[in-house]
């Protein structure tokens, strides 16, 4: 028949697998050339096989689905086959009934569709995972067509904005952005598409009147023609950012009205800022530059110019320490005019703690300077004043002291002993005048002229340990001499005033009396000699951290009780006159047990003269 024989054409040169099968036996009849070559066997071994030798299911169920497939209920399956190399192929299986002669039968045409079932599997498994996260994931999510439909939008979204979620999926992109707040940022997917990617901030409008900020990002899927957008809630971010905005600005009001000039630099020294009290100092906005121009704008109180590795703030970059308390002259850019500021400076560091920057602090100290100008002028004033009428009063104890001579024996000796008092307080009074004339010549930039002269440095020593042993019995002072005599040249007066300056601190640090030893000696070095003088006592001693400091103006150690009375200029004024003659002065001390003050001097040719 020739429909007969195109039909076995059709078959056997058929690319896709065909079976004939008798539904009644399972047999198989006939099996094509692409059947062999799928299953892996040769069409005759196909031939002599029944369809549950490659049919993964059990013989009921695959005869109850032949069946089916006889009385066209049913005429695709979804199968399991094993193939000759027993890997097993998931397949559909389009089964017709055929006539063949008197015999009824099954003609099966075989798809393999294990890729297909893989990868609707994988899908299937990509869908409920993006499920997943869209249920689980702490951002909004719109899942959009590339037209801008809504495809799905999360639950999460649906707390975001305060609308049902159902309600968000009947919405157009237009209806979900008209709940943005007004002027905020909108999405655009003609972007999205064009760029691959769209980020922006915005806020949205909740029902109640409120504000969610948000971080919206969206992402076009070529693959599936969608974009997917995240909306994430920054709204306690915005808030932290809102704040430290806020704090931001109200620092820099107050760095702006600070009277002191505030300048910040970073590591290199370039000026990263710099507040309006700065830049009226420097007479420059020097923003943004390095250190060149305010070193050369920068003196020291005597004048000398400061390198660039010298300026306070370059120090403490370098050593990681603060400098308080630099006195030095700054001239301005624009005017020329020098101002005395007093300047403080500090590192800056990272957060790893490493120097990543400094600031200086600059005080214009100008009308401070100029009072310390009146009160020395005052000072200096008030004590010649009263080192008249005591030069009146030493003289007329003097006298009087020779007019006693002819007063009867017992009434004599009390007349002259109460006379010698009077003369020994209106030298002390005279000797601290002088301590308060060289003090303020001193301050004034003036330095003290000293009155030369040979003088026997012990005998000084021996007469002053008198003077000042009537002062206290509860001390025993004690001249231990290298040599009977010492002559040195210095001045006389002021080493007296310097050395009973040292005698008294030792007396008055020692409330609870005790010996205090007074040492000189000539000490020989390889190209000089000096006199030694040093005052020991066992009394407070000074703490250690108060050491550095003891010698500068009006400075007390932190131990001394109130009860005992002190300025803080005697030691300041000591070093003044000791290193006016040359020399040197030390302080070796331990808090509890006692102090030793070493003073050094150059041993010169006894002559007379002014230095």
């Known amino acids: 028949m020739p429909e007969a024989a195109a039909y076995q054409a059709f078959f056997h040169e058929s690319l896709s697998p065909m079976l004939i099968i008798d539904p009644d036996t399972g047999q198989i009849v006939d099996a094509n050339a692409a059947a062999a070559g799928f299953y892996g066997y040769t069409a005759e071994e196909l031939a002599a096989m029944g369809i549950t030798d490659i049919n993964c299911l059990d013989a009921a169920a695959v005869a109850e689905e032949m069946q089916r497939a006889r009385r066209r209920h049913t ?3 979804r199968f399991r086959h094993r193939l000759a190399s027993g890997a097993i192929r998931d397949v559909d299986v389009y089964s017709s009934p055929i006539v063949v002669g008197e015999r009824h039968l099954l003609a099966s045409v075989i798809h393999d569709v294990t890729t297909q079932r893989q990868t609707e599997e994988a899908l299937a498994q990509a869908g409920a995972t993006l499920q997943s996260l869209l249920a689980t994931t702490l951002d909004g999510v719109w899942l959009l067509s590339a037209d801008g439909r809504v495809l799905d939008v999360n639950e999460r979204y649906a707390v975001m904005s305060s609308h049902p979620r159902q309600a968000l999926l009947q919405m157009t992109l237009a209806e979900l952005q008209s709940q943005l707040a007004a002027g905020a940022a909108r999405l655009d997917v003609g972007t999205v598409r064009a760029r691959g990617y769209q980020r922006l901030e915005t806020r949205l409008a909740d029902k109640d009147g409120g504000l969610v900020d948000l971080d919206v990002s969206a992402l076009y899927v070529p693959a599936s023609t969608s974009v997917v957008v995240f909306l994430r809630d920054i709204t306690a971010r915005k ?9 931001h600005g109200r620092l820099q009001q107050i760095i702006e009205a600070l009277p002191e000039g505030l300048v910040l630099y970073d590591r290199a020294g370039t000026r990263v800022g710099l507040n309006a009290a700065a830049k009226a100092l420097l007479g420059a906005d020097l923003l943004g530059q390095m250190l060149e121009p305010e070193y050369r704008a920068a003196r020291r109180l005597d004048g000398t110019h400061y390198t660039r590795d010298e300026l306070p703030v370059m120090r403490s970059m370098r050593t990681g320490e603060a400098v308080v308390g630099e006195h ?8 020329g005019v020098q101002t005395p500021v007093l300047l403080n400076s500090a590192p800056l560091r990272a957060p790893d703690g490493t120097t990543d920057g400094g600031m200086a602090v600059l005080q214009d100290i100008s009308a401070l300077v100029a009072l310390e100008r009146q009160r020395d002028r005052m000072l200096a004033t008030v004590a010649h004043d009263l080192r008249n009428p005591l030069t009146s009063i030493a003289g007329m104890s003097q006298l009087l002291q020779l007019r006693a001579q002819d007063l009867p024996q017992p009434m004599r000796e009390r007349f002259v002993h109460s006379l010698q008092s009077i003369e020994t307080a209106a030298g002390r009074m005279t000797a601290q005048i002088g301590e308060l004339l060289d003090y303020a010549q001193a301050l004034a930039g003036r330095p003290i002229d000293l009155k030369v002269e040979p003088t026997d440095v012990v005998a000084l020593l021996e007469r002053i340990l008198v003077e000042h042993q009537h002062s206290t019995d509860r001390h025993a002072l004690e001249l231990r001499a290298g040599a009977a005599s010492i002559v040195a040249a210095v001045d006389a007066r002021r080493l007296e005033r310097a050395i009973a300056n040292l005698l008294v601190n ?20 390889p190209d000089d000699q000096w006199l030694s003088i040093e005052v020991a006592d066992s009394g407070l001693g000074i703490p250690s ?8 103006q009006y400075y007390r150690a932190s131990n001394v009780p109130a009860s005992i009375p002190g300025t803080g200029i005697g030691l300041a004024g000591v070093r003044q006159l000791i290193e006016r003659h040359g020399g040197s002065v030390s302080i070796d001390s331990t808090e509890g047990v006692g102090t030793t003050v070493s003073v050094r001097l150059p041993l010169r040719e006894a002559a007379g003269g002014v230095m």
């Open 75 to 77: 005429n695709c399956f």
């Open 239 to 247: 808030g932290s950012e809102r704040r430290l905005a806020a704090e």
């Open 328 to 335: 030095m002259l700054l001239r301005n850019l624009t005017t």
């Open 506 to 525: 030792a007396i008055k640090y020692s409330p609870q009396g005790g010996p205090i030893v007074v040492s000189v000696a000539q000490a020989v070095g």
């Open 545 to 552: 951290t108060d050491l550095p400091h003891i010698f500068e």
